[in-house]
């Protein structure tokens, strides 16, 4: 499978807004549920959580943390699936990874295909 290449993050203050961006060349990559999960900066080892999510079909979902904040959507003339960010919040800091791995608990989890991290820093 094509790797997934991640673009978008780096510093914000609370309150504002950042984009992460997923691509891929994979031919077949838009049509897996595509996850993003974050790493927190305490995070034993690599453990990680789920952040929302974007069916085949274009359903999204988010974890309540996030909710009325986050959009997840996608282009598929671009093959590239998006991480709108706004409001953020100090807690949101950390390192996000697409992957189209479903549940995993660390990032990277050795199944699936991931992306490499973008760094998220929300700090005043």
């Known amino acids: 499978d094509a790797p997934l290449v991640q673009s978008g993050g780096g510093s914000v203050q609370p309150g504002g807004s950042l984009r992460l961006s997923c691509a891929s060349t994979?031919?077949?990559?838009?049509?897996?549920?595509v996850y993003w999960y974050r790493q927190f900066p305490d995070n034993p080892g690599n453990a990680c959580e789920s952040v929302g999510s974007i069916t085949y079909d274009g359903r999204v979902y988010y974890e309540d943390s996030v909710k009325g904040r986050f959009t997840i959507s996608r282009d598929r003339s671009k093959k590239t699936i998006f991480l709108q960010m706004n409001n953020l919040k100090e807690d949101d800091a950390g390192v996000y990874y697409c992957a189209t791995t479903e549940g995993a608990v660390s990032c990277p989890d050795g199944f699936g295909d991931w992306g490499q991290g973008t760094q998220v820093i929300v700090s005043s």
């Open positions: 994979g031919f077949h990559f838009l049509d897996n549920e």
